[in-house]
């Protein structure tokens, strides 16, 4: 069979013909949401160990304003899986770091910020005060299995600061109880003292690192939809009640 290839002026066209069939089906969409009546559960990915208060106060908030509503949280896992999720229709509303530009297929909006900085446990080290003790720590990072610099590895990267890496973990929960005990270093958002790293100690970091942004992400063709607006207004609701650095 003959084989058909695109040409160069179809793939230029291709992202163009892509963003109007987006903004066309957000446009279909009409009438009232009514979640009293919703049979379909509301679908939230995200990662969740490393977010847990975040997630835990969206429930509170389903919760409270549609009781019968069934919620159901998705483990994201990579950054690089966001397009991917809601292509597959996995989701309704993704919840994320920001570590560099969205797909042009999303719209988002940032529902928290938070200060990065240093996790250790007080009874095996000292707390990080310069750049030298930083590079000469032993330092433990989260590896999600996939390719992709981390925000704190981009900072460094851009100073040319090296770290000693020698623990790597699927988690940020296995993360703290590897940490436990031992004179490792974490770079993380400083609202993890509140949930998982409560029994570490932290302090700032020695290196200007930017803040996390926390973004809420939707589809552009669920823009218009009641539904996404109604669940998007719920998730902002709740994290108001989050202060920064609380989260």
């Not at 000469?136 to 890496?165: C, M, P």
């Not at 409560?198 to 020695?206: H, N, R, V």
């Amino acid at each position: 069979a003959r084989q058909i290839k695109a040409t160069d002026k179809a793939r230029r066209l291709a992202p163009q013909a892509r963003d109007i069939l987006i903004a066309l089906e957000a446009l279909c969409e009409e009438g009232n949401y009514e979640p009293s009546k919703d049979l379909a559960p509301v679908t939230i990915a995200g990662n969740f160990d490393g977010f847990y208060e975040v997630f835990s106060t969206v429930r509170a908030e389903f919760r409270s304003a549609a009781p019968n509503l069934t919620i159901r949280f998705r483990e994201l896992g990579s950054y690089m899986n966001i397009e991917g999720t809601f292509d597959d229709g996995l989701s309704d509303i993704i919840l994320c770091v920001r570590v560099q530009q969205h797909p042009k297929s999303v719209a988002w909006e940032t529902i928290l910020s938070d200060d990065i900085v240093c996790f250790y446990d007080p009874d095996f080290r000292s707390p990080i005060t310069t750049i030298e003790d930083y590079v000469d720590a032993e330092h433990a990072v989260i590896d999600f299995g996939t390719s992709g610099t981390s925000i704190d590895q981009g900072t460094l990267n851009k100073y040319d600061v090296e770290r000693k890496i020698t623990n790597y973990a699927p988690s940020y929960a296995i993360q703290a109880d590897l940490v436990r005990g031992t004179n490792l270093v974490m770079t993380m958002r400083k609202g993890y003292q509140h949930t998982i790293f409560s029994k570490l100690a932290w302090c700032e970091a020695p290196i200007t690192f930017p803040k996390v942004n926390l973004d809420m992400v939707w589809h552009k063709r669920q823009g218009s939809s009641k539904r996404n607006q109604w669940i998007r207004q719920r998730i902002t609701d709740s994290l108001t009640k989050l202060q920064p650095n609380d989260a």
